[in-house]
């Protein structure tokens, strides 16, 4: 899930804030678990690497 929301909201953009991934995520209803996560990035700006990296996701 988080692996396609990372693919989906990345594209066409080099990096994206934590405050929309978590919209995004709120928005595809992720599980509460994985809601936690993303809530819990500090604020700023992350590349696609840097956010699969901080939720345990995966970059292909």
Do not use: F, K, N
Not at 23 to 45: M, Y
């Amino acid at each position: 899930m988080l692996d396609e929301l990372l693919d989906e909201i990345y594209h066409g953009q080099e990096r994206i804030s934590q405050a929309d991934i978590y919209r995004r995520a709120v928005a595809a209803e992720l599980p509460a678990a994985l809601l936690t996560r993303i809530a819990a990035l500090p604020q700023g700006e992350y590349a696609v690497d840097e956010a699969a990296d901080l939720l345990g996701g995966s970059v292909a």
